[in-house]
């Protein structure tokens, strides 16, 4: 029964060997948000990562767990919402993902319709009266594999991820099906139960470096007048001689914090004679999620931001891009004094080869 806290993984580079840990599984990562469901009979629950309920958000993910999961079962997987592209291809799509947490019923039940998402099952918590929590992983997918057994020929929303104990085609996985917006691998111990909450898997995450514009700074939500901190730097990239919002840079210590907002104060200056400046007239929020504006998500937050001189350059690390904007969070690596500011533009950006979503999980 809920509360459960799901299993986690630790971050590592590159494709483990698994004769170093007793042998491994391998299986895509997706990029959704975690949810454990719990389902008996007609019950069903979804709940997130940090154990909040999910349930009233993905109305058809309930009335699907009760046509196409077993009786009695506890799954661990993702959800996602994938849309088909121009190219005629499925990618996922994290953003589309994230307007389906809102408050209202109406357009909850809209989106449902309108960008129905889907979910991967990855693991087995309990079946029947079973509990297979420390049952290890190997028996784990095995009972998985036979419960889900149904769910082939029948699409969305439902689907088993595919696993493979071969590293080779592991690290063909972590090149090839980022193109349908996946994050990485996932490697698992054979042998390993279900730690709640531990982190017992392993992740290999895409890493990749740009070297961005730093255009304005928020300040942190301790900072006070007589201590200024630094909450995050607000990134940009040039596109067609404009300066685009490219995401954010943040995660700093305190000490740091305190370093940066004095190092930057040289560079700020009114909004009127920032590149964003016609942005901070803007209300509601717009395709290329510009600093300043509203959103359901940041409705009642404070967006106002220190406009800087563009002068300066920041080499950041990155995972992978959503559109125009970094997915998630850059991190800071190093301040770029040798690079002129209007030459940092999109360009300079890896691409991944387009891969069709329906791909992965019919595979």
């Known amino acids: 029964m809920p509360p459960?806290?799901?299993?986690?993984?630790k971050a590592v580079?590159?494709?483990?060997?698994?004769?170093?840990?007793?042998?491994?599984?391998?299986?895509?990562?997706?990029?959704?948000?975690?949810?454990?469901?719990?389902?008996?009979?007609?019950?069903?629950?979804?709940?997130?990562?940090?154990?909040?309920?999910?349930?009233?958000?993905?109305?058809?993910?309930?009335e699907a767990a009760r046509r196409q999961l077993p009786a009695r079962c506890v799954l661990d997987g993702e959800v996602y919402v994938a849309l088909r592209g121009e190219n005629g291809i499925d990618r996922l799509q994290f953003e589309v993902l994230q307007e389906r947490i809102h408050p209202a019923a109406s357009?909850?039940?809209?989106?449902?319709?309108?960008?129905p998402a889907g979910y991967v099952a990855f693991d087995l918590l309990a079946l029947d009266d079973e509990s297979y929590t420390e049952r290890p992983f190997a028996e784990r997918r095995a009972a998985l594999t036979e419960a889900l057994a149904g769910l082939a020929g029948q699409g969305r929303p439902f689907h088993l991820t595919r696993t493979?104990?071969?590293?080779a085609e592991a690290e063909r996985w972590f090149e090839q099906f980022e193109g349908a917006g996946l994050d990485g691998v996932i490697a698992k111990p054979l042998?390993?139960?279900?730690?709640?909450?531990?982190?017992?898997?392993?992740?290999?995450?895409?890493?990749?470096t740009a070297d961005v514009v730093v255009a304005g700074y928020r300040e942190h939500?301790?900072?006070?007048?007589?201590?200024?901190?630094?909450?995050?730097?607000?990134?940009?990239?040039?596109?067609?001689?404009?300066?685009?919002?490219?995401?954010?840079?943040?995660?700093?210590?305190?000490k740091r914090r305190a370093e940066l907002i004095e190092e930057l104060q040289p560079l700020v200056c009114p909004i009127s004679e920032h590149p964003w400046g016609a942005w901070q007239e803007w209300a509601i929020a717009n395709p290329d999620r510009v600093p300043?504006?509203?959103?359901?998500?940041s409705q009642g937050k404070d967006l106002s931001f220190t406009p800087l001189r563009p002068e300066r350059v920041l080499e950041v690390?990155?995972?992978?891009?959503?559109?125009?904007?970094?997915?998630?969070?850059?991190?800071?690596?190093?301040?770029?004094?040798?690079?002129?500011?209007?030459?940092?533009?999109?360009?300079?950006?890896?691409?991944?080869?387009?891969?069709?979503?329906?791909?992965?999980?019919?595979?």
């Not at 042998?191 to 990749?208: A, D, F, L, Q, S």
């Not at 990134?235 to 490219?246: K, N």
């Not at 300043?292 to 998500?297: H, P």
Request: charged content about 30%; some cysteine.
């Open 191 to 208: 042998g390993g139960p279900y730690v709640e909450n531990g982190r017992t898997m392993m992740k290999i995450k895409h890493e990749r």
């Open 164 to 167: 493979t104990e071969d590293p």
């Open 4 to 9: 459960v806290r799901p299993m986690l993984a």
């Open 13 to 62: 580079k590159g494709v483990p060997d698994p004769a170093e840990h007793g042998g491994l599984s391998f299986e895509p990562k997706w990029d959704g948000f975690r949810c454990l469901v719990f389902k008996d009979g007609d019950e069903v629950e979804l709940t997130s990562r940090n154990t909040k309920p999910l349930t009233r958000y993905f109305p058809e993910l309930v």
């Open 292 to 297: 300043g504006t509203q959103s359901r998500w």
């Open 107 to 115: 357009r909850i039940t809209m989106l449902s319709e309108k960008t």
């Open 221 to 254: 939500k301790t900072s006070t007048p007589e201590r200024p901190l630094l909450g995050s730097l607000l990134l940009g990239l040039y596109r067609e001689g404009s300066l685009q919002h490219v995401g954010v840079s943040a995660s700093f210590t305190e």
């Open 317 to 363: 690390k990155y995972d992978a891009m959503e559109g125009s904007r970094f997915r998630h969070t850059a991190h800071f690596k190093r301040w770029r004094e040798d690079r002129d500011p209007e030459s940092c533009g999109y360009d300079q950006l890896e691409q991944p080869v387009r891969y069709d979503l329906a791909e992965v999980l019919e595979g």
